[in-house]
């Protein structure tokens, strides 16, 4: 195509590398004078783009263009312009190939520079399609995966409501990232707790909004009705110990937690029983949750969980249950201390810590404002 010249590539090449090399007065006032020559150029490089019959014929005539749409999206005088920004967003998506046929254009597909390149553009509107697909992309390898920097750009956004996403996006979000699962959970149950004129309707309309299966009584999955609630306790205490029979053979571990699995209404029941269990009782219950989230934990990792999972199941009810207003400053910030290790400790599980966390927030009596400060204090 004529309209496309390697000169004028080149010029604009060096001048994406010259404006993302110091943010001078000089390099802004340079950005802004050639702006308007910059997406005449945008708009020749798209219609090129379209014009070729592949993306490797594309890459080999011009083998730099990933490296310059990138640059260009890093650049906040070029991406403030909404012209030059939705230029930039459909070159970027031209590139792509549905069903790459060689090794050149499985390089442009590669999907963590893609996400690199979008992370300072989580927020403009026009990017929530192609951040949906990169969410939604099955990870083949290394370069498949996407950047660190991108899904805490994403969760950020999402939670400050700054960028709209389809529900299947904000779930493969959260199968990328557990921190903007636990984050959604928290938000949550601030969101409840901070309204003690909730009605039921209104509560699940709420539920349901942010894509969550919160765990609150209406949401109870019943256990058998013939059984008595007193039995309860003594029923899940000879379930656990019929299931630690079958987990000392390894090949039994799998039989077992499928059996869990299949009665997940008694799961429910313990969760509930937790917040109200006796300490000489929570061994059981405990146990039961811990082989829940990590099935094939064995031997010494297996004591550590329960060991990690009873502290915080002590800390929390010690503040729920036990605490008259005002809260001790000393439980909540060794609480807080105890949720922030999380990341750093192998034997903490955090979806089972915010399990926890979120069925004390709603089977206790804890007065709602105490609740309340105990959510935010170890958000």
């Not at 003690?196 to 919160?214: G, R």
């Not at 699995?261 to 006796?278: F, H, I, K, P, T």
């Not at 000393?330 to 966390?357: F, G, N, T």
Request: net charge negative.
């Amino acid at each position: 195509m004529a309209g496309l010249k390697p000169q004028e590539v080149a010029f604009w090449l060096g001048k994406a590398v010259e404006w993302g090399q110091t943010e001078s007065p000089d390099t802004q006032r340079d950005t802004c004078l050639h702006l308007g020559p910059l997406r005449a150029f945008l708009q020749l490089l798209l219609t090129d783009i379209h014009m070729r019959s592949s993306t490797t014929e594309t890459m080999r005539t011009i083998p730099f263009v990933g490296q310059f749409l990138g640059r260009l999206c890093w650049n906040p005088y070029v991406t403030a312009d909404a012209e030059s920004r939705s230029l930039l967003l459909q070159s970027l998506w031209s590139l792509y190939s549905e069903e790459p046929h060689n090794a050149v254009e499985r390089k442009a597909n590669h999907v963590l520079a893609a996400s690199v390149a979008c992370v300072p553009l989580v927020t403009c509107p026009e990017t929530a399609p192609l951040i949906g697909a990169l969410l939604q992309r099955p990870v083949t390898c290394d370069k498949a995966a996407l950047s660190q920097d991108f899904l805490d750009a994403v969760s950020s956004a999402y939670s400050r409501k700054c960028v709209s996403l389809e529900a299947q996006a904000v779930v493969s979000l959260w199968c990328h990232n557990l921190a903007s699962l636990e984050g959604a959970v928290m938000s949550l149950l601030d969101s409840v707790l901070s309204n003690p004129a909730c009605i039921p309707h209104n509560l699940e309309n709420t539920i349901t909004h942010s894509l969550l299966v919160f765990m609150h009584p209406s949401h109870l999955l019943p256990p058998p009705p013939e059984m008595a609630q007193e039995a309860w306790p003594e029923h899940l205490a000879w379930i656990t110990a019929s299931l630690q029979r079958l987990t000392e053979e390894e090949e039994e571990v799998f039989e077992a937690w499928f059996l869990l699995v299949q009665c997940a209404d008694w799961l429910e029941v313990a969760n509930q029983l937790l917040v109200s269990a006796r300490p000489q009782d929570c061994g059981p219950l405990l146990w039961l949750l811990t082989f829940y989230h990590h099935p094939t934990n064995r031997g010494h990792q297996r004591t550590q969980q329960l060991v990690a999972a009873r502290e915080v199941w002590d800390h929390l009810r010690s503040l729920f249950l036990l605490s008259a207003p005002p809260l001790p400053a000393d439980r909540l910030q060794s609480l807080a201390e105890l949720m922030s290790a999380v990341p750093q400790q192998p034997s903490l599980d955090s979806l089972l810590v915010v399990s926890l966390l979120g069925n004390f927030a709603v089977f206790s009596h804890n007065p709602l404002s105490g609740a309340r400060e105990i959510v935010r204090m170890v958000s």
